[in-house]
């Protein structure tokens, strides 16, 4: 099993920033890629980023400029800079991380931007 920590959730005001932290640990098998979800209320869970073992990196268009994603490969951690954050970021934010073909989901933090 392969357990995820997110860290560095919070409550900001419109146009600050967090920075996202997520761990993996346990029976690591090689990481394929990890990346960044959320969950606004009463919304489906969409991509915000990820970024492959190699290094590339996709973004949704809401985050493309603002919230750059990167990784240690060698301690299994994946980042998320969010800045110019908005009221409509407001979101639980969960790291994912696949590896040997299955996708492992961490339990979330809960970002809120306030106008």
């Known amino acids: 099993q392969v357990q995820l920590v997110e860290s560095g959730g919070g409550l900001v005001q419109a146009g600050g920033s967090l920075r996202l932290s997520c761990a993996a640990s346990?029976?690591?098998?090689?990481?394929?890629?990890m990346g960044w979800y959320r969950q606004g209320p009463e919304k489906q869970r969409e991509l915000v980023a990820a970024?492959?073992?190699?290094?590339?990196?996709s973004y949704a268009d809401s985050a493309k400029g603002r919230f750059p994603t990167s990784s240690n490969n060698a301690k299994n951690m994946v980042y998320l800079a969010m800045n110019s954050l908005k009221p409509e970021d407001t979101a639980v934010y969960y790291c994912?991380?696949?590896?040997?073909?299955?996708?492992?989901w961490g339990r979330g933090t809960q970002v809120t931007v306030s106008s």
């Open positions: 994912r991380f696949d590896s040997s073909g299955r996708a492992y």
């Open positions: 346990g029976s690591i098998r090689g990481m394929s890629a």
């Open positions: 970024i492959t073992s190699g290094g590339r990196t």
